[in-house]
């Protein structure tokens, strides 16, 4: 069965740091990959998603990218946090055929101070 | 632009109060209708994946079903154990997917 995980789960960085969230999906292959943001209490905003190697489509102009660097694994990153950039990040993939599913990992909690 | 709009916003239901939520969207072309439960501070639990109206998926309590305009998502004799946030999604093209705000719904004993 497919699992996807996520780390870290929850981290506190101060503003201007970097940021590294990772994401792997076991069990499949090919899969597209997405992340999400979530504000409390707001709905899921889409921030990256991926349809293969090396292949990103930013949907919100930000201080954040995205990597893939192989077929299995999406990294968000940033090079100068921001207070706005706090808030609960998402993985997520899907088999990669129109209309399937997405499912998302447990989320990566970040508090920028 | 495609939208997804959910109402209510919160439901306070009482143990054994039946409920429905609604999930109203504009996409042309639709794909899929998804539902999610999600737990405060968890990701979004996958429910129901419905495809054309008429179209109805149960489990346990829960019965979601979709019309040419909007879905619902009927909730039977809830327990506090169905506390939760429920988020509906829409996809045009199987690669984007849209999500409404959610409804939270509290279930009292």
């Known amino acids: 069965s497919q699992t996807i995980h996520q780390w870290p789960a929850t981290l506190v960085q101060p503003v201007g740091s970097p940021l590294s969230l990772e994401c792997t999906v076991e069990g499949t292959s090919n899969p597209n990959l997405y992340w999400y943001r979530q504000a409390a209490g707001r709905g899921l905003q889409l921030l990256f998603y991926s349809v293969g190697i090396g292949q990103i489509s930013s949907e919100v102009p930000q201080n954040l990218s995205a990597s893939r660097p192989q077929d299995r694994q999406f990294i968000l990153s940033s090079k100068k946090l921001l207070l706005s950039d706090s808030g609960f990040y998402l993985c997520?993939?899907?088999?990669?055929?129109?209309?399937?599913?997405?499912?998302f990992g447990e989320g990566s909690w970040l508090t920028v101070v | 632009e495609d939208q997804v709009t959910q109402s209510p916003e919160a439901l306070r239901l009482q143990e054994g109060e039946s409920s429905s939520l609604n999930c109203s969207y504009t996409?042309?072309?639709?794909?899929?209708l998804f539902w999610y439960r999600q737990d405060p501070g968890k990701g979004p639990e996958f429910l129901f994946t419905?495809?054309?109206a008429g179209e109805e998926k149960e489990k346990e309590r829960l019965k979601a079903t979709l019309t040419k305009k909007e879905s619902f998502l009927h909730i039977t004799a809830p327990k506090p154990e169905d506390s939760a946030t429920y988020l509906c999604?829409?996809?045009?093209?199987?690669?984007?997917?849209?999500f409404g705000p959610g409804t939270r719904l509290s279930v009292l004993p």
């Open positions: 999604a829409v996809t045009q093209y199987g690669q984007n997917f849209v």
């Open positions: 997520a993939w899907n088999p990669g055929r129109t209309g399937n599913t997405i499912y």
């Open positions: 419905l495809y054309s």
């Open positions: 996409v042309s072309g639709l794909r899929g």
